[in-house]
């Protein structure tokens, strides 16, 4: 029920603020022909279960809009449209479709001893395209994105990125062009590490 719930609340999201050419076809492949709904975020960290994967696209769009509040105030929707907000809070991690499958593993029961059968994620990368940049190329493929759009979401893991461990700096550069992206990462860095952080304490 709670996950149904969930799954309305990005759909009724989307269609409020999505309205560009090609948003309902991408909603369409998210809904009939993808694992959105079902994928979890990840494969042992945050809402690393099923619905994960939605609830936390929620998440993200919720904390980037309270940042963009809380940095410009009312003025933010004449900086940055709630469409922009919602496109880049709610799509950032369509990376992560159809990237996760359910497999299992032999784990010893602490109190009999006896060896479970116990189901986890495990990757099973399908477009190996990387990540931020796998969500743009999946996205555009519906619908056009602008510059800044795009750099945020392509962007959005920050200094997480594998591109910026290998010693890129062009993370930097984006940052300092495109604030949204900066916006975007701390958005799902409080998401990830606040919001989602009871996962793991119950």
Not at 76 to 85: A, G, M, R
Not at 141 to 163: C, K, P
Request: glycine fraction near 6%.
């Amino acid at each position: 029920m709670e996950r149904e719930r969930k799954d309305n609340e990005f759909i009724t999201t989307y269609r409020t603020f999505i309205k560009r050419e090609g948003a309902d076809k991408l909603l369409d492949y998210l809904i009939e022909k993808s694992d959105f709904f079902t994928a979890p975020a990840s494969s042992k960290f945050h809402c690393d279960y099923e619905g994960g994967l939605c609830e936390h696209s929620l998440n993200v769009f919720r904390r980037l809009t309270a940042l963009l509040q809380a940095e410009y105030g009312d003025k933010w929707k004449e900086i940055y449209s709630p469409e922009t907000v919602a496109i880049v809070g709610l799509l950032h991690d369509l990376c992560k479709i159809n990237y996760y499958e359910v497999d299992y593993r032999n784990v010893k029961n602490k109190d009999t001893g006896v060896w479970d059968k116990v189901p986890y994620y495990r990757v099973e990368d399908k477009l190996p395209y990387g990540h931020g940049e796998k969500s743009v190329y999946i996205i555009s493929g519906f619908m056009r994105l602008t510059r800044e759009e795009a750099m945020a979401i392509n962007w959005h893991m920050g200094g997480f990125d594998d591109r910026v461990r290998g010693g890129s700096y062009t993370v930097g550069v984006a940052f300092q062009e495109y604030p949204l992206a900066v916006m975007t990462h701390t958005a799902d860095f409080l998401a990830t590490y606040l919001d989602e952080k009871k996962d793991k304490e119950e």
